[in-house]
Structure formats: structure tokens, C-alpha cells
């Protein structure tokens, strides 16, 4: 079954650290990305990949950087944690064929900067 | 850019009562229409995708677009305690292809045994 896994599951960080979410899928999918959940709220896209080696902006990148190694793997990467990047962070990734049943997220990675 | 808009907020209903779920779009050329539903503290689920004007079944969940107002809906049959959740619509702008979604802000589906 196709798999998406994101670690760690949650976490706690300091204001002005560094912080890295992973992600990894075995899906053989070219297509990831990194949603941002507020409580209550939608996802937002923050960043997202077509390719290794290549990473685009979404609607919010603004204090997040992207790193796409390989096909599998997909970090997200914020220098510089600030409180407002409190939230919960969904990857997912997706064939290159079009269909939203293709479309896999992770459980999720609570953020909490304190 | 293409706004996705969900209503209502909140919704309580008994259990056994059809609950219906409103989800608005702004660019009617959208081509992938997607719900799905997050239990508290878990991941996103996919109910039921939708692409073409009409009705889609999955389950007890029951999708009906229509690109012409701009709505895609979500109808629960017979809802159980269980269902309680958050439930999210999710738009494909038709330039993007399939990889970008455009979510909701979600509806908390509250359902009382």
C-alpha cells in the first residue's frame, strides 16, 4: 500500500532554532508537498516538488525552505522558527498521472514553537 | 487566485439525520473537486473526488457539483457518532493539473448519538 510517513510526529522548538520535518514515501510518486494546517483550519500549500533536486514555492514559503534529495524524500526546513509557525504540517505526494485518488497524505507533524 | 469558501463553520445533527456540507469555489473552469474528512489529532482522509457536473457515491457520502453556481456539496447518509470530524473541500484550479489543491477552511461535524 502506498505510504507516506513524516517525522517526527511532533515536536517541540525554541524561537529563532532551526527546525527540519521529514518526509518519505514509497509510493514512487514524482510529485510532494508540504501543506500547513492551522487548528480548525484548511491546508495551506507552503512548498511543493516535481523532481529531485527541484523544489517551487506555494502559497505561503515565506519563512520555509524546501529540500528535495531524492524521489523518496522531502524536507521541510524553517531557520528560524518564529511563534506563528505553531501548527500542523501534512506531506503528501502524488503520481504524475492527473486523478485526486492519487493523492497521499501523512499523519501530520504537530509543530509547537514556544 | 482561486478561493475556496466552506459553510457552515459548525454543524450539529442527530444521529441518523442526513447532514449536507457547502463548499463554494470562484473559477468555475475548476476540474477536481475533493473531500475529505480529519478526525481530531489524526491525518486527512479522502471520502469522494468528483469531476464532472452531477453525483458522485462513496459510501454513505454523496458528492454533487454544480459548476454553474459554483458549489460542490457533501451529503452525509445516516451519520454516526463516528463521523464527528473535521471536514475539508479541496479545489484543483484547472491550470494546475492535479497536484494543487486549493482547501477550505472545513466544517466541524459534530454528530449526537
Known amino acids: 500500500e502506498a505510504a507516506v510517513t513524516q517525522s517526527p510526529r511532533s515536536k517541540v522548538a525554541v524561537t529563532g532554532g532551526k527546525v527540519t520535518l521529514s518526509c518519505h514515501q514509497t509510493n514512487n510518486h514524482d510529485y510532494m508537498y508540504w501543506y500547513r494546517q492551522d487548528t480548525g483550519h484548511g491546508l495551506r500549500l507552503i512548498h511543493y516538488s516535481y523532481v529531485a533536486d527541484s523544489t517551487e514555492k506555494g502559497d505561503i514559503p515565506d519563512g520555509y525552505k524546501a529540500s528535495r534529495p531524492s524521489q523518496e524524500n522531502f524536507s521541510l526546513i524553517l531557520e528560524l522558527a518564529s511563534l506563528s509557525q505553531t501548527a500542523v504540517y501534512f506531506c503528501a505526494s502524488s503520481g504524475r498521472d492527473r486523478g485526486p485518488e492519487r493523492l497521499f497524505f501523512g499523519h501530520g507533524t504537530k509543530l509547537s514553537v514556544l | 487566485q482561486q478561493k475556496v469558501q466552506q459553510s457552515p463553520e459548525s454543524l450539529t445533527v442527530s444521529e441518523g439525520a442526513m447532514a449536507s456540507l457547502n463548499c463554494t469555489f470562484s473559477d468555475r473552469s475548476s476540474d477536481n473537486f475533493r473531500w475529505y474528512r480529519q478526525h481530531s489529532g489524526k491525518g486527512l482522509e479522502v471520502l469522494v473526488s468528483?469531476?464532472?457536473?452531477g453525483e458522485k457515491e462513496e459510501g454513505s457520502f454523496t458528492a454533487h457539483l454544480n459548476r454553474a453556481s459554483l458549489h460542490v456539496f457533501l451529503h452525509i447518509r445516516e451519520p454516526q457518532p463516528s463521523d464527528s470530524a473535521l471536514y475539508l473541500c479541496a479545489v484543483s484550479p484547472a491550470s494546475s493539473g492535479s497536484w494543487q489543491l486549493i482547501f477550505g477552511s472545513g466544517t466541524q461535524l459534530t454528530v449526537m448519538p
Open positions: 468528483i469531476f464532472s457536473d
